[in-house]
């Protein structure tokens, strides 16, 4: 900054590598094995297109075998940088981006009010800030490994309650039923997701999707055993496998079958 601003040196600022690019990037390392097309998309949403989280992930993945296993690791070393730049945020911005992080998809302008207590004029710093800093790229995270960071960086105690804060939001809002009894689950709120996920198995039902509909009560059933409401808990376990005995491998189906018998 203060050789850019003696007139020094000019920036040039980078934008990511798109999917195009990142497969001709991959092609270019000859490596056996490596499926560039493949690889290409799911690299651009991991590493948001960053040549060095690129390759990093890469290397990672190969030594450790789980490139070929399908899957993208997380460098400790990206993760370091990471967590460095996120270091430099102010105190507004930080709070956002772990806000954003919290709320997932759901993030927005109104839930971001909301949630911090601030108008919206008052957050158009911290957000821009977001933005230059490549951590959000207007209401996304710039890339999954940004995402991880921020989410890591949340003490337990202070996620739970911004998940409560959010179900609520949500509920209020008329929010996804699914979305919103996972945040009331990663609260802790088992009695709050039973609802939530009820909802969800109705909507997957009515839209003829049944085996999604069981899932969700299946998922309703252990939160309403895990408060202690055994009888609501076989009800429920007793719809999920009317649901999945429809739709489901005979697989899924049996194991519930057996626990209601028992």
């Known amino acids: 900054a203060a050789l850019e601003e003696g007139g020094l040196l000019m920036a040039v600022t980078l934008a990511p590598l798109d999917a195009a690019a ?9 490596l ?26 890469i290397k990672q993945g190969l030594a450790s075998g789980a490139l070929h296993a399908g899957e993208l690791p997380r460098p400790a070393s990206v993760a370091a940088l ?7 945020l102010s105190p507004g911005a930080l709070a956002l981006a772990r806000v954003a992080a919290v709320a997932g998809v759901d993030f927005d302008i109104a839930l971001a ?11 158009a710093d911290p957000w821009r800030e977001l933005q230059s800093a490549q951590v959000l790229q207007d ?22 309650e911004l998940h409560c804060t959010v179900a609520r939001w949500l509920t209020e809002h008329e929010g996804e039923p699914a979305r919103i009894a996972k945040h009331w689950l990663d609260a802790g709120n088992d009695a709050g ?26 998922q309703a059933a252990q939160a309403s055993e ?37």
């Open 22 to 30: 990142l497969a001709a990037l991959i092609d270019s390392l000859q």
């Open 32 to 57: 056996p094995d490596l499926d560039a097309e493949r690889l290409a998309g799911s690299l651009a949403a991991h590493t948001g297109g960053n040549p060095l989280f690129v390759l990093e992930t």
């Open 82 to 88: 990471i967590e460095r730049r996120l270091a430099q």
């Open 113 to 123: 009010e909301h949630v911090t207590g601030e108008r919206v004029l008052a957050l």
């Open 139 to 160: 209401t996304d995270f710039a890339h999954d490994l940004v995402a991880e960071a921020v989410l890591r960086a949340v003490p337990d105690v202070f996620a739970r």
């Open 193 to 218: 997701a039973v609802e939530a996920l009820e909802e969800a198995a109705t909507r997957a039902r009515t839209a003829g999707r049944m085996a999604e509909s069981g899932r969700f009560l299946l």
């Open 226 to 262: 895990r408060t202690g409401e055994a009888d609501r808990a076989f009800e429920l376990t007793f719809a999920a496998a009317d649901a999945l005995s429809l739709s489901a491998p005979i697989d899924e189906f049996t194991p519930l079958a057996e626990a209601l018998e028992q």
